[in-house]
């Protein structure tokens, strides 16, 4: 019988921690025998995304772009995690019923003002500034899931605990 794939979609504002516990969840489920596959959406935007902006409807490409190619690999068995803002609940809710196989909604949770001090790249400040337009969560709106089957709070979890959450979820909805 061949695995049973599936996608973990990894949701929240910029510097949230979306792409650090995708590598750890990737790696335990690795280290677990999985066929793991991550699409960053920060390596995604240079490679299969160059030449999109941060409009809407740029936005809305990348986010239909990384959906696509995380379909493709979940029905061919593997665990496509994706990490990326996904500001736009509408656009989530596309790419999950485009899949046919399960799709895991992990919000990446973290209040804008933990995220404001946070700020190693100093993108909050510019875009507080109004020197970065288009920055979701402060000039443009980011969307929280409504109902995700996963939530982490960052802000408070360290990324083993974190890790922990969505693996004993898996374990428990016998994913792996």
Same mark, same amino acid.
């Given at each position: ?7 973990l979609?990894?949701? @929240? $504002?910029? @510097?949230?921690g979306k !792409?650090?516990? !995708? #590598?750890?969840?990737?790696?335990e ?16 935007? #240079?490679?299969? !995304?160059?030449? $999109?902006?941060? +409009?809407k ?5 990348n986010v239909?772009?990384? @959906?696509?190619?995380a379909?493709l690999l979940s029905? *061919? ?8 803002i996904? %500001?736009y609940?509408?656009?989530r ?8 196989s399960r799709f ?5 949770d973290? %209040? $804008?003002?933990?995220?404001?001090k946070?700020d %190693?790249?100093?993108l909050y400040a510019k875009? $507080?500034? @109004?020197e970065?337009? *288009?920055f +979701?969560g402060? *000039? ?7 109902? %995700? ?8 979890e !360290?990324?083993?605990v974190?890790r ?8 428990? #909805?016998?994913?792996i």
């Amino acid at each position: 019988m061949a695995p049973r794939g599936f996608t973990l979609w990894f949701t @929240g $504002l910029s @510097g949230a921690g979306k !792409s650090t516990l !995708s #590598q750890a969840v990737a790696a335990e489920l690795q280290a677990r025998g999985h066929r793991v596959e991550r699409l960053d959406g920060d390596e995604f935007r #240079q490679r299969l !995304s160059r030449g $999109l902006g941060f +409009s809407k409807e740029d936005r809305d490409e990348n986010v239909r772009r990384i @959906g696509f190619v995380a379909r493709l690999l979940s029905r *061919n068995g593997a665990v496509a995690i994706a990490a990326a803002i996904s %500001p736009y609940r509408e656009l989530r809710d596309e790419v999950r019923r485009d899949h046919e196989s399960r799709f895991v909604e992990i919000f990446v949770d973290c %209040p $804008l003002d933990v995220l404001v001090k946070r700020d %190693p790249k100093g993108l909050y400040a510019k875009a $507080l500034q @109004g020197e970065i337009t *288009n920055f +979701s969560g402060v *000039n443009d709106p980011y969307e929280a899931p409504t109902a %995700p089957e996963i939530t982490v709070h960052t802000e408070r979890e !360290s990324v083993a605990v974190s890790r922990d959450v969505i693996v004993r979820w898996l374990e428990a #909805q016998h994913l792996i």
